[in-house]
């Protein structure tokens, strides 16, 4: 096994993350692979570690990054021989002693990826800064799995940085890699066997987050690239509704009705219209996955009508607080709603099927790691 593991300035980290894979990978064939995007002392100091350490470690510096952590990654599964390559941060916090487990349960179950998720019962995000951003951590696994709901129906937490997968399995030349969310590059280019077992992301070792306003860009960025389908149709269709809805807006209170009344009879309107427009076009694969049809429009026109209830006291603030024409206020509040109806769409009622496979690994598990690895 190849334990990749991508720095940028990493250097305090390196002596005690490598401590730490020699402790837990003693006995298995391994070696640990930084690839080193570094302005630091990081490069030196992984050599100098590299000169004592338990376990081979080996060191490819990039003097011309390119791709960020994701485009490390792919390097070093190209300058990979083993069967495995599981990917970790050099931060430690991800747990060293769950490279085993990972390893262990990937030989055991057979699948070509396995996932320690932070989503699954036993598994935490503790170990983010601060609440803020492990709202935004999770706002965001919500917004990719709804994006790829058959991808990604039995990975809870595509966005970690923690998995090992299967070397043969991945294709690097369908890899577009950018910034940090490698693992939703490899499951959204192709079609891996998956299990999980949870995790509990620890607090940094050392050093600073790499997380920043462009870093998050890249994020939005990179789905747009992966999903320039479905949510792109939803999004066109929910494009024609608001068009739709502008419209009756404007014609009702051109004809003297209330800007609510308005509204409220314009909301419905295209509340339906879009339903049966995203059932033919946006989710038709997805229809036979689980709920009927008219549980499926119950679910969509209850949501959209809880939805239209928050939405109307922001319109009413907005025209009657803030002075803006109804017509464009109706504009802002439905692109504030949009991503929060795609969620609820992929992510419940057009929800597949799980077909998860237990991640569980019994005792016996344990000799399984040999020289294949």
Same mark, same amino acid.
């Given at each position: 096994?190849?334990?990749?593991?991508?720095?940028?300035?990493?250097?305090? +980290?390196?002596?005690?993350?490598?401590?730490?894979?020699?402790?837990?990978? &003693?006995?298995?064939?391994?070696?640990?692979?930084?690839? &080193?995007?570094?302005?630091?002392?990081?490069? &030196?100091?992984?050599?100098?570690?590299?000169?004592?350490?338990?376990?081979?470690?080996?060191?490819?510096?990039?003097? +011309?990054?390119? $791709?960020?952590?994701? $485009?490390?990654?792919?390097?070093?599964?190209?300058?990979?021989?083993?069967?495995?390559?599981?990917?970790?941060?050099?931060?430690?916090?991800?747990?060293?002693?769950?490279?085993?487990?990972?390893?262990?349960?990937?030989?055991?179950?057979?699948?070509?990826?396995?996932?320690?998720?932070?989503?699954?019962?036993?598994?935490?995000?503790?170990?983010?800064?601060?609440?803020?951003?492990?709202?935004?951590?999770?706002?965001?696994?919500?917004?990719?799995?709804?994006?790829?709901?058959?991808?990604?129906?039995?990975?809870?937490?595509?966005?970690?940085?923690?998995?090992?997968?299967?070397?043969?399995?991945?294709?690097?030349?369908?890899?577009?890699?950018?910034?940090?969310?490698?693992?939703?590059?490899?499951?959204?280019?192709?079609?891996?066997?998956?299990?999980?077992?949870?995790?509990?992301?620890?607090?940094?070792?050392?050093?600073?987050?790499?997380?920043?306003?462009?870093?998050?860009?890249?994020?939005?960025?990179?789905?747009?690239?992966?999903?320039?389908?479905?949510?792109?149709?939803?999004?066109?269709?929910? $494009?024609?509704?608001?068009?739709? +809805?502008?419209?009756?807006?404007?014609?009702?209170?051109?004809?003297?009705?209330?800007?609510?009344?308005?509204?409220?009879?314009?909301?419905?309107?295209?509340?339906?219209?879009?339903?049966?427009?995203?059932?033919?076009?946006?989710?038709?694969?997805?229809?036979?996955?689980?709920?009927?049809?008219?549980?499926?429009?119950?679910?969509?026109?209850?949501?959209?009508?809880?939805?239209?209830?928050?939405?109307?006291?922001?319109?009413?603030?907005?025209?009657?607080?803030?002075?803006?024409?109804?017509?464009?206020?109706?504009?802002?509040?439905?692109?504030?709603?949009?991503?929060?109806?795609?969620?609820?769409?992929?992510?419940?009622?057009?929800?597949?099927?799980?077909?998860?496979?237990?991640?569980?690994?019994?005792?016996?598990?344990?000799?399984?790691?040999?020289?294949?690895?």
């Amino acid at each position: 096994m190849t334990v990749i593991v991508p720095t940028y300035n990493e250097a305090p +980290n390196v002596a005690e993350l490598v401590r730490q894979l020699g402790v837990a990978l &003693d006995g298995v064939a391994a070696e640990v692979l930084f690839v &080193d995007d570094s302005s630091d002392d990081t490069p &030196d100091v992984v050599r100098t570690v590299a000169a004592t350490a338990a376990i081979p470690v080996r060191l490819i510096h990039r003097d +011309n990054p390119t $791709g960020g952590l994701s $485009g490390a990654v792919q390097e070093g599964i190209a300058a990979s021989t083993a069967t495995w390559c599981l990917v970790m941060d050099g931060d430690l916090q991800h747990p060293p002693d769950l490279v085993p487990v990972l390893l262990a349960t990937a030989v055991h179950e057979g699948v070509d990826v396995v996932v320690a998720s932070r989503y699954l019962a036993d598994g935490s995000s503790g170990g983010l800064a601060n609440a803020t951003r492990r709202a935004v951590s999770s706002v965001s696994t919500s917004l990719t799995r709804a994006m790829f709901p058959l991808r990604l129906a039995d990975c809870s937490d595509p966005m970690t940085g923690f998995f090992v997968v299967r070397r043969a399995a991945v294709d690097l030349e369908r890899l577009r890699p950018r910034g940090f969310k490698i693992l939703l590059e490899i499951l959204a280019r192709h079609r891996l066997t998956l299990a999980e077992i949870p995790f509990v992301f620890g607090d940094r070792l050392a050093g600073e987050s790499k997380a920043s306003l462009a870093q998050g860009l890249s994020f939005l960025s990179q789905l747009a690239a992966l999903r320039f389908g479905r949510m792109s149709r939803f999004a066109v269709i929910g $494009g024609l509704g608001a068009l739709v +809805n502008i419209g009756i807006v404007a014609a009702l209170t051109s004809l003297g009705a209330g800007y609510l009344l308005a509204a409220v009879c314009a909301a419905e309107f295209t509340i339906v219209m879009n339903f049966l427009l995203q059932e033919r076009f946006v989710f038709h694969d997805l229809r036979h996955e689980g709920r009927g049809v008219w549980r499926r429009f119950g679910s969509s026109f209850a949501f959209n009508n809880a939805e239209t209830l928050v939405r109307l006291p922001l319109l009413a603030l907005l025209v009657q607080t803030a002075h803006v024409a109804a017509v464009p206020a109706t504009a802002v509040t439905l692109l504030i709603a949009f991503l929060a109806r795609f969620t609820f769409h992929a992510r419940v009622i057009y929800r597949p099927r799980s077909s998860r496979r237990s991640s569980s690994l019994p005792a016996e598990a344990a000799p399984l790691l040999d020289e294949r690895a």
